[in-house]
């Protein structure tokens, strides 16, 4: 029988390469893409910082793909934006409230072994594969939902609400506090601190860096040639 092929496209390294995040989502394969975050449970810290760079950044570009689909084909890009409410019961109590990512997303908390000290579990690993084969290829998705903080937390789009979730348990200044570090982070680059400067590293680092640009530019120009033939 022929097999069905789901192209995984990964972008490591956090926050260092999402400027690549253009490259694998197109408005070719728009329709049939998902996005699959993967956090750091070792480093609690990073988590709520990666995921809000990450995330916006995404889904501001997917926007601008389907913006650019409606302009020619309303109905096509009608139907993304409505596929991803199907998750989504109609009596939902949130059903109002919610701005739901436009593409399919399943957010995966790896090493949780080191964030519990716990042993690994077969069972966290099959209930990931049935999430991925669901959006890869269309099988039915998990059944399960676990909301218990003290095992892993499996939760389907739409078997959760705000009510269930609740308040975050830390206080509005601990909450200040989070969003001060993130700015901080974000003003303070270490690689560019004149005070870490060794001439050999940023030689190496600069090359890394016009060699990444290059890349990015020949990426972008394969997908445009990509495009231009499947259109002739």
Not at 40 to 45: A, E, M, R
Not at 132 to 153: C, I, R, T, Y
Not at 192 to 199: G, I, T
């Amino acid at each position: 029988k022929p097999k069905d092929i789901a192209h995984f496209w990964e972008l490591g390294g956090g926050l260092s390469l999402m400027d690549l995040i253009n490259i694998p989502i197109s408005i070719e394969n728009i329709r049939t893409f998902s996005i699959v975050l993967v956090l750091d449970l070792s480093k609690p810290s990073e988590l709520w910082h990666t995921i809000e760079k990450l995330l916006p950044v995404t889904k501001n570009h997917v926007d601008k793909i389907i913006a650019d689909i409606g302009k020619s084909n309303s109905k096509v890009a009608n139907k993304i934006v409505q596929n991803v409410w199907r998750s989504f019961p109609n009596n939902h109590p949130d059903r109002e409230l919610i701005d739901p990512f436009p593409l399919p997303l399943l957010i995966i908390g790896s090493k949780y072994d080191l964030f519990q000290f716990t042993s690994k579990s077969e069972t966290h690993k099959g209930v990931m594969r049935l999430f991925v084969n669901h959006l890869a290829f269309g099988q039915d998705k998990s059944k399960l939902v676990s909301v218990d903080h003290n095992k892993p937390l499996v939760i389907p789009a739409g078997t959760d609400s705000f009510s269930q979730i609740g308040s975050p348990p830390a206080s509005d200044s601990d909450l200040r506090q989070i969003h001060k570090t993130d700015d901080v982070k974000d003003v303070k680059d270490p690689a560019k601190d004149p005070q870490y400067a060794e001439r050999d590293v940023d030689a190496m680092r600069t090359q890394k860096d016009q060699e990444l640009e290059q890349y990015k530019r020949n990426a972008d120009k394969s997908w445009k040639a990509m495009s231009l033939g499947s259109h002739t």
